[in-house]
């Protein structure tokens, strides 16, 4: 179950880029143990999140930000990005910092 987990994130974002549908990442939220279970994602994941969070804030989707919020909240410290821990990694390529200022904006 923890190798499929270490996938199903990254592949659940996509999901919501391609299909613009929140619902299987809610459901992931909803019934995974996300702060247990290391997620390994790809550097192309921090890409993928920030174009994701940058549509829906364009969209003003409170939900689907909220969920995407949720995700990092839930996640970010069991993600590991090209070895890297999430957290540190978000905030190294500016993802974290680019969230909080698009937020004090709006």
Do not use: W
């Not at 659940?12 to 990442?25: G, P, S, Y």
């Not at 174009?51 to 919020?69: F, G, M, N, P, W």
């Amino acid at each position: 179950m923890a190798a499929r987990n270490e996938i199903q994130f990254e592949k659940l974002i996509d999901e919501a880029t391609r299909k613009k549908d929140f619902q299987l990442l809610e459901q992931f939220l909803a019934t995974e143990d996300c702060e247990n279970v290391s997620h390994k994602c790809s550097k192309q994941f921090v890409n993928k999140l920030d174009k994701l969070l940058c549509r829906e804030l364009d969209k003003q989707e409170v939900k689907s930000i909220s969920t995407l919020l949720n995700a990092i909240q839930k996640c970010g410290e069991k993600i590991s990005i090209a070895g890297e821990d999430g957290l540190p990694a978000m905030i190294k390529y500016g993802l974290i910092g680019k969230i909080s200022k698009t937020i004090k904006h709006t």
